[in-house]
């Protein structure tokens, strides 16, 4: 599929307005492996004829791992330089396929000035799923799915991921682990950037441990961080070969006809 | 000779009611040295935390059995003690039994039903002590969680053992009571023999009189007592959580657990950096950026250390814990408490102001303590009370960023990116949108 992906800067100029901001994030743009999540996303946006733009160069970290290390200087700093450009184009919806983003930019931005609807991307997915406006085509198969952090205990969303794999008319497995019992990857508190502080195992090991007991061939997730973590741990462990992870998106992405 | 006992027990009343207010007078001093914060918005809501977590238990029962056994503790503590009120009265009056002519066959009914929560309570110590040192739960163990070597366990068990005896003392008050007035000694009015009690009679009843009178009043000495000497003992103790599990659910968060609230003072600089008015947020009043010590953090993380049962449920849901890093939730808690207890000492020495003793919370956990989280806030969804040791380890977490520039280089390198690059990574931000072209 071509993608024809907008900036908000292109609708300001021709003196429109798309019904949401795409937030991208960092690991959304600049991971190689992430970057593949976004542009499934885009293509399903897409084919469900949403209206959305992305702010390009102009969008920039939204300090979440500052913030989480302590850093609340450098937090505020990226928050209100963010909040000048999403108020600059009268941003009313965010959708976003990062659970750090979202939980930033939903609970944390306000504060700060800076209140908008926001929404994670599997939120949207599960609604056009509902909705019909996108076509599948179902694939029948066994996938667990590895609940996040940011997305579950912080923000109460456990069913949007659930019911997309349901519509999708996929096998749910549940892992020993999940919803507000949901095993960390070890990727948050801007861990992921550092080595982690001396231990036994590594935490995403550990929850790679019981991706691998529950016998599943695919675990879905639904954050950029969780993905680095989770094939991390599967490469540690051996497992890279057989099991796979895979975004939500892509997940749609793929059964769409 | 009965005005020298109510002498006594007026004495005694007084003097432990004064050390309890002087208790909770020491530990409300140390909440007052902290941090404001607002928690007091949308009562309803707050009332039905009060209701569902606190006397509801609704996340006790989340393991059900503990779930149960604790609800007879909790609920038999609560209704034993409207008990309480007539033994008070008999003490300060000298009679017996003050309330037993006004309830009429009431007042049978009511011992019965006291009698059997008791038993409840009895059973419930019992189970508890079993899962400590018989069925070893893993959580509860000093072997594997260093922070309950020493006092901790020591207050556990002494708690479970004292709540047996007290109710013990119950029981042997109204068996050697109904003894007495199956005797028709003067005094001593028909009210009966009741459900629990009466299986003790057959071992008094040979007993002479003077004797039983003696028993009945030790045991009824023993029990009021006991309970006082009890409410006294749980200030030093995790059981402090009997009054503050109220307040505690009254104030808990009722924002997202992984919001992390701003720093205002912060705000008012970075507002000037960038060139806005920053007139909202006054002028900094606290000069410090996070927790140092106690009164860095704010009153709700106070009275979060305090309610602390040390149950260690967040402990064993922690990734971090779980993964063998020196991280623990619980131990944060209890060494908030433990600093707290010294400031307090501190500020009674000193006529109530704190006077630098040159340590602070941060002398008892590590930098590697607070790095090790990973901000996945399991330890607040597993808190049946909703305590948050993460709020308290991202204020120590700020003071060690801010205050004491103590980062690991790849932090530090992070930074750096963001600040120039505007991602975390070293990437161009002029390549932000590679992504387009596949
Ligand atoms: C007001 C009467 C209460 C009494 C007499 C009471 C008594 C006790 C006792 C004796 C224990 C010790 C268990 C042990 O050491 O093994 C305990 C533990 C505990 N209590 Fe309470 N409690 C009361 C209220 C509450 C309330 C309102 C809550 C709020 C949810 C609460 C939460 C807890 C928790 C979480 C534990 C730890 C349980 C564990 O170790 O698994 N308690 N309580
Ligand atoms: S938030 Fe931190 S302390 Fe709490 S459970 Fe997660 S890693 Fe452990
Ligand atoms: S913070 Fe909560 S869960 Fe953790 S030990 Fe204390 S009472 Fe238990």
């Known amino acids: ?257 | 000779m009965t005005y020298f006992f109510q002498f006594l027990f007026i004495a005694l009343l007084a003097s432990m009611s004064y050390l309890i207010a002087m208790r909770f007078k020491g530990i409300l001093a140390t909440i007052r040295l902290s941090q404001p914060i607002q928690l007091s918005d949308q009562p309803i809501e707050r009332w039905k935390r009060v209701f569902l977590l606190a006397f509801g238990q609704k996340k006790m029962f989340q393991k059900p059995f503990v779930g149960l056994m604790h609800f007879l503790i909790y609920i038999g503590f609560i209704l034993i003690n409207a008990e309480i009120l007539e033994i008070i009265l008999d003490g300060i009056l000298g009679t017996h039994r003050l309330f037993a002519p006004f309830l009429g066959s009431l007042y049978p009914l009511l011992l019965n039903f006291f009698e059997l929560l008791a038993a409840g309570v009895f059973l419930a110590c019992l189970v508890f002590f079993a899962r400590r040192g018989i069925f070893k739960v893993q959580r509860l163990q000093s072997e594997n969680h260093s922070e309950l070597k020493g006092f901790p366990i020591r207050d556990a068990y002494t708690i479970l053992i004292v709540e047996c005896v007290l109710m013990a003392a119950l029981w042997t008050m109204n068996a050697t009571d109904a003894v007495l007035q199956s005797r028709g000694v003067e005094h001593f009015q028909a009210v009966g023999s009741f459900i629990i009690s009466e299986n003790l009679i057959p071992f008094l009843d040979s007993y002479s009189t003077d004797a039983l009178f003696l028993i009945e009043r030790i045991a009824w000495w023993f029990h009021i007592a006991g309970i006082l000497g009890f409410a006294l003992y749980v200030t030093y103790s995790k059981h402090l959580h009997i009054f503050f599990a109220f307040p505690a659910a009254y104030y808990s968060s009722l924002k997202s657990s992984a919001y992390i609230p701003s720093l205002d003072s912060v705000t008012h600089e970075v507002k000037l950096m960038l060139g806005q008015p920053a007139s909202g947020e006054a002028a900094p009043t606290n000069l410090r950026f996070g927790a140092k010590d106690v009164m860095d953090l704010n009153w709700k993380n106070l009275l979060d250390a305090y309610s602390c049962t040390e149950c260690g449920r967040c402990t064993d849901q922690c990734p971090a814990n779980q993964t063998g890093r020196s991280l623990s939730p619980r131990k944060i808690m209890m060494d908030t408490r433990d600093r707290l207890e010294e400031v307090s000492v501190i500020l009674s020495k000193n006529k109530g102001q704190f006077v630098d003793d040159g340590q602070s919370l941060l002398d008892k956990i590590s930098g590697e303590e607070l790095r090790a989280c990973t901000t996945c806030q399991a330890c607040v969804e597993a808190c049946p009370m909703e305590l948050s040791p993460l709020n308290i380890i991202l204020e120590l977490r700020r003071y060690q960023i801010m205050e004491m520039s103590d980062a690991p280089a790849a932090w530090n390198s992070m930074f750096s990116n963001i600040e120039t690059n505007q991602a975390p990574w070293k990437f161009n931000p002029s390549d932000r949108m590679n992504w387009t072209k596949s």
């Open chain 1, 1 to 257: 599929m071509v993608l024809n992906i907008r900036t908000m800067a292109d609708y300001l100029a021709k003196g429109e307005m798309p019904e949401y901001l795409f937030w991208v994030g960092c690991a959304g743009s600049f991971d190689d492996r992430q970057k593949k999540v976004t542009r499934a996303f885009c293509e399903i946006l897409q084919k469900a004829e949403i209206s959305y733009a992305v702010l390009g160069t102009e969008e920039s970290c939204t300090g979440d791992p500052a913030r989480r290390t302590g850093n609340e200087f450098l937090f505020q700093m990226q928050a209100m330089t963010n909040i000048e450009v999403l108020n600059m184009y009268q941003v009313k919806k965010i959708v976003t396929a990062c659970p750090h983003c979202f939980n930033t930019l939903k609970n944390e931005y306000p504060s700060l000035g800076g209140t908008y609807e926001v929404i994670h991307h599997t939120e949207l997915l599960a609604q056009l799923l509902k909705e019909g406006k996108i076509e599948i085509s179902e694939e029948r198969e066994e996938i667990a799915f590895h609940d996040s952090c940011y997305l579950g205990r912080g923000n109460g969303i456990y069913e949007a991921p659930r019911e997309i794999i349901s519509q999708l008319q996929k096998d749910l497995k549940e892992l020993k682990s999940c919803r507000t019992k949901g095993l960390c990857c070890g990727a948050g508190g801007a861990q992921v950037f550092k080595e982690p502080e001396p231990g036994a195992v590594d935490i995403q090991v550990k929850r790679t441990e019981e991706i691998i007991e529950s016998g599943v061939k695919k675990v879905a997730i639904a954050c950029p961080f969780c993905m680095v973590m989770i094939q991390d741990g599967l490469n540690k462990t051996g497992h890279d070969k057989d099991i796979q992870v895979v975004d939500l998106a892509e997940l749609v992405q793929k059964a769409m006809k």
